[in-house]
């Protein structure tokens, strides 16, 4: 190997201001600062070369890359010039937090303890709920430069065989410079990159990444990110909540079917209005109409218009709102919108009906459980305003047909996005939209062609 000399692994960290070097006469102890434990390489300092030599590394013609993955992974490299050989001792001690609460899916019943920015820790949260060798953790690295390291989790006896086979050769097809966000990770592994909709899902909860694990879906974790991706979803999948399955059955599927709700009212709502009272308003009873008519005398610009900028400026107050720090956030977000909104109506500008219509949209945008889905719905909501401010009632229905036909032309990983809706499967539809009881869950889902679907036996009960 040219170049393994002292001097050469010196080149190789140099400016690198926290790496350090420290020299005995017969060994070069290498170590990064931060990433290893100081205390563990002083008490080493005071051994004999027969400790040093423990553990040796085998080196290849990239002994740079694997020298630089040694000492940044917080390990004590050890050179010996004379024989031109090297040494490891591990003493990673890199900076990590304790399992916390998620930020982005609190509980109220659930486990508390969520995923954190260390690979190992996390795995171990889901080991700790999943303790069967069936559990399989295969790793990877990914990344020319940040040499990330990722775990994919899957029940071997439960998940999808062609499933994870696809998720690992789009793992290892990955080819980037530096593999920072589990976003990235995402969209390359993705069915289609530009999809509108979220075809991956991702918690930062291991109960509920143990739950899905234990329904046939496989889980990809990485280095550095607090969330783990969950693939294949479904529609139905993202309206579950990590809660759901610490209620009991007529609970968890009255709030199920009120998220199905709020997803179709964030969507639709602005623009059913802008095309019924545009033009269609002889289908709306006389004294509504009656009552939205004196209340638009005076405004200054025409029913989209207004309805889409109140729903624009709604939108403002909850971006500031995620922006602005956690203690003042959700404040800005509700005075304002409360301020303004009066003041508008004040100053006739806008009309309480428009107003009504924006501030039930947002509020049922806020029953989507995924973030990612939620802001998707705010997209194409006004897209659908604008459709059908030209169109009028046929625009409605066509801007309707294309998000169905859209969604039903999307794959998660071979699995249909609206199944079980779409291709129709009877068996699973009521456990999609409805919480069954614990004791009459006895088969997984079948529109995901596992390899076990039967979770509980018929004399279980």
């Known amino acids: 190997m040219d170049n393994l000399s002292e001097s050469g692994i010196r080149k190789l960290f140099e400016n690198c201001g926290d790496v350090m070097f420290e020299s005995n006469g017969s060994f070069l102890f290498v170590y990064c600062l931060g990433m290893s434990n100081q205390g563990q390489i002083n008490e080493l300092s005071t051994c004999g070369a027969h400790v040093w030599r423990q553990h040796p590394v085998a080196l290849t013609a990239k002994w740079e890359e694997e020298l630089a993955a040694c000492v940044f992974n917080g390990n004590l490299l050890l050179f010996e010039p004379e024989t031109a050989c090297c040494y490891v001792q591990h003493v990673a001690d890199p900076p990590q937090r304790n399992p916390e609460e998620s930020v982005t899916e609190t509980s109220t019943k659930g486990a508390r303890d969520g995923f954190t920015e260390s690979l190992q820790t996390n795995i171990a949260l889901i080991r700790k709920r999943l303790g069967t060798t069936t559990l399989k953790v295969e790793s990877f690295t990914i990344g020319v430069r940040s040499q990330t390291a990722i775990s994919l989790l899957y029940i071997q006896d439960i998940a999808n065989k062609a499933a994870v086979d696809e998720a690992r050769a789009r793992l290892r097809k990955i080819d980037i410079d530096a593999l920072i966000t589990s976003s990235q990770l995402e969209e390359a592994i993705s069915d289609r990159s530009l999809a509108v909709v979220p075809l991956i899902d991702n918690t930062g909860r291991p109960d509920f990444a143990a739950e899905y694990l234990v329904g046939g879906r496989f889980a990809i974790l990485l280095n550095g990110s607090p969330l783990a991706i969950i693939a294949p979803v479904t529609l139905t999948s993202l309206m579950k909540s990590p809660e759901d ?95 303004v909104g009066d003041a508008a109506i004040r100053a006739g500008i806008t009309s309480p009906t428009v107003t009504v219509i924006a501030a039930t949209t947002v509020i049922a945008g806020y029953t989507l459980v995924n973030p990612t889905l939620s802001g998707v719905v705010s997209v194409i909501r ?69 390899q076990d679907d039967t979770k509980m036996e018929d004399g279980a009960e």
């Not at 032309?409 to 609206?418: C, E, N, Q, R, T």
């Open 382 to 450: 006004i897209a659908i305003m604008i459709i059908c401010s030209i169109l009028g009632m046929f625009g409605f229905f066509l801007s309707a047909f294309f998000v169905v036909a859209y969604l039903s032309d999307l794959k998660s990983f071979g699995i249909p996005y609206l199944s079980p809706l779409s291709p129709p499967n009877w068996a699973d539809i009521a456990g999609a939209l409805l919480k069954k009881p614990a004791n009459r869950m006895k088969k997984r889902a079948q529109n995901l062609h596992l």
């Open 245 to 339: 399955g610490y209620f009991r059955a007529v609970i968890g599927s009255f709030q199920r079917i009120m998220r199905l709700f709020g997803w179709h009212l964030a969507l639709f709502l602005p623009g059913f209005y802008i095309a019924l009272l545009g033009f269609n308003f002889e289908q709306v009873p006389l004294p509504l109409l009656a009552t939205i008519a004196t209340n638009r005398i005076g405004l200054p610009t025409s029913l989209p218009l207004e309805t889409i900028s109140v729903i624009v400026l709604f939108e403002l107050f909850k971006e500031a709102g995620m922006r602005l720090p956690k203690s003042v956030g959700p404040t800005v977000t509700v005075v304002g919108g409360i301020i």
